[in-house]
């Protein structure tokens, strides 16, 4: 989170911090790190080999591919190109930028939550009627 | 829709029934527990599958089930890339703020996300312009989905009266105003687990039969990226109107051909019909005039168009023309059904000389970025980005979606849903572009308008001379949109109802509500909230329609940095949450502003505006938090320290 050295003092230095917080904290920083790591990918990967150009329309608006790259001609694809891996009938962009990472995504996710996610106990934190916080005790 | 059997109509109704029955049983545990809490949050109790499916029910609205597979018909396997965040959304949505934001709501005691807001930050101001904004969002969407769930029913009774809309938005309304006023939170959710197994059954089911039909997918993608380019027109007919029989479908059958169609309405009236195109100019569309009256009327209909291109001395050659789907006009002589073609006038709205809509390569739906029939690119860059952001980042920030999030029982719950939903949408998403690109072939050219009915056409075609329990699963399917609308609509209901019962009314102006109380009114705010509503969708007023289209990245700019924040930074004060909703709604509500108007929206850098939402909203978030600084003491020890 922004500017955590910059983060209010701790309000009584002889309390412990949330150990929930500091879990989640973490958990969710490798969340959006993986996040990251997907888009990168499959949007690279998709971008250089399952983008052809197209034949110019004059009535279009814009650029044929893209408003900030334009044309890929170097990375043009051709109808005859196309290879479906595994006889799947999938195109190979799709299979190699989509389908595959996504495989690999359930995957991660199934070992983060195993591994990484820590089931913190919350049934025992305690509710407060939270009309007057400064006087409610927490849990 | 014609192709309605018996067997769908009593799936529906089943199915109808079973929801009435979840109503019925939660209903009984309402009366055992905390009211509030056990009505608008399930009492916190929500296990995991419970969890899981009615966090994938909410999410996958309508659209998963008609718009979606509309657009892998019109633009294809480039939808992989649009859904492909969908591989990371579970773990995303459910794993960043899940587990810290059930403590933070369970800590105050908060059982809605603005009452969350409220209580961390001890703001009534927050909460009451958390509730204002959600509903403010939410409404519009409702409305939309109503008159979605009205039209499938419509459809599938194949209703012919001329009230058949207001007669089917009547009974959807009373079906899920009923059981969700009635039922309650846990309602919701149990119909929700009922709809994700209807909508994952019925995808599930439909692959063996779609690939084993079609002969498969590997042959339908090589047919597919052979196939000759077509223009597939979409003029709406007098005052905008659909369904008026004018749309054609343009195949090329020889080379050289033209690269588009053009509509062109002449200046001057009392003009012929006529056709210009330059046969050695590979850029050149085929510019049809359209004949006009003494009054400078269009008076050309498509069965025109198709007689002059079939009487052209060089298109008649390299051109076939066919009437796309429901798109021309049938009369019954002697109990048999005969076409009349396209008798609708092509219709030019006072501003517009001309249409152009280009030759499609079949290709073009095997590579990126796809081409609408108007010519220009579908899935670009900025917005191939700005998707990936979209579903997984603002789809966290979804008030239905984190109102789960604080109503499921513990962290083990948590951790198990997120592997389900995993499993699930992995199971439902890639599959569905498997299933229409292969089904591609067996289905009628489909105009824009029409092809949201893609996936109902595939269910009721393939299996309709298959035996009985094949046409059950297949009518099942066709329950599928409408579960997913349900379940959708539902969860929206129990949230403008429970802003209204608990942050407006039981927090701001009467605390001392007894119990009694508030059960008669969260009953009758629930109920009046659906009746308003179905009003407003028998004449949904043009301007609501399009805030349809902004809504959730709406509710994502508004919400996400203010509760992200607010959950993981100590440093975040009640101004700078404020600041941060605020911000994220007046960057949307401007970058949208132009579409009130009918002109395009605002992209900046060809970026979908919910991204500039969430950036305007961090930044002001976080700079307003260190200007107002230090934060409150009291609600910083509360919240992040044990």
Known sequence: MPGQQQDPPAPDSDLVEDPIYLHTRREAKIILSMWLIAMIYTCTYCYLFGYSTHPSDPAATGPAVSSLVGPLESFDRQPDSITTPLGLGIPDWVFYGVALPWLVCILVSIVFCLTIFKEDDLESVQQVINTTPEGASHG | MAETSSITMWVFLIYIVGVFALAGFSHKLLSKKSFLSEYFLGSRGLGTWALAFTFAATSASGGSFGGYPSLIYSYGWVLALWIGSYMIVPLCTMGVMGKRLNQVARKSGAITIPDVLRDRFDSPVLGL??????????????????????????????????????????????????????????????????????????????????????????????????????????????????????????HTTATPAPAGIAYLKPEQPSTPLSIQWQANDEQAFAEITMATDADGQVTTTGNDIKQAVQAHSELSSVLKIEFPYKNDKTIKVDDAEVSQGATGVIWFPKDKTEYRFSMIHGHELIFGPGRTNKGRPFHTLGMM???????????????????????????????????TVSIYFGMI?????????????????????????????????????????????????????????????????????????????????????????????????????????????????????????????????????????????????????????????????????????????????????????????ATLGITVSKLTGPPDQTLVRKYFYK
């Open chain 2, 129 to 250: 312009v958390a509730s204002g904004t959600m509903v403010f969002f939410t409404i519009s969407f409702l409305v939309a989905q109503f008159k979605l769930g009205a039209i499938i029913i419509e459809d599938t009774f194949n209703l012919q009266s001329a009230y058949a809309y207001q007669i089917s938005l009547l009974i959807f309304a009373v079906v899920v105003v009923f059981y969700t006023s009635y039922g309650g939170f846990r309602a919701v959710v149990w119909t929700d687990v009922m709809q994700g197994i209807v909508m994952g059954a019925g995808v599930l089911v439909l692959i063996p039969i779609v690939l084993n039909k079609t002969g498969g997918l590997e042959k339908a993608t090589k047919t597919l990226a052979q196939q000759p380019p077509m223009a597939i027109t979409s003029v709406p007919g007098p005052d905008g109107a659909k369904g008026t029989f004018n749309d054609l479908v343009f």
């Open chain 2, 429 to 617: 998403y890639l599959p569905l572009i498997a299933i229409v690109m292969a089904a591609r072939s067996v289905l009628p050219v489909l105009t824009p308008e029409d092809s949201d009915r893609a996936i109902v056409l595939i269910a009721t075609r393939l299996v309709s001379d298959m035996s009985i329990p094949y046409q059950v699963l297949g009518a099942i399917f066709i329950a599928a949109p409408f579960a997913a609308v349900m379940s959708t609509v539902d969860s929206m209901l129990l949230l403008i109802s429970s802003s209204a019962v608990r942050d407006v009314y039981q927090r701001t102006i009467n605390p001392d509500v007894t119990q009694r109380r508030v059960k008669i009114i969260s009953y009758t705010t629930t109920a009046v909230t659906g009746i308003l509503i179905t009003v407003i969708a028998l004449y949904p007023p043009d301007f609501l329609q399009k805030l349809i289209v902004f809504s959730s990245a709406g509710l994502a700019a508004s919400f996400l940095f203010p509760t992200l924040l607010g959950i993981f930074w100590k440093g975040t004060t009640r101004q700078g949450a404020l600041a941060a909703m605020l911000g994220g709604f007046f960057t949307i509500v401007t970058l949208f502003a132009p579409t009130l108007f009918g002109n395009p929206r605002i992209d900046l850098l060809g970026l979908h505006p919910s991204l500039m939402g969430l950036i305007a909203s």
């Open chain 2, 385 to 419: 980005l700005s998707f990936f952001v979209m579903w997984a980042i603002t789809g966290m920030a979804q008030p239905s979606t984190m109102v789960r999030l604080i109503a499921f029982k513990d962290s083990r719950t948590l951790k198990r849903a997120i592997i």
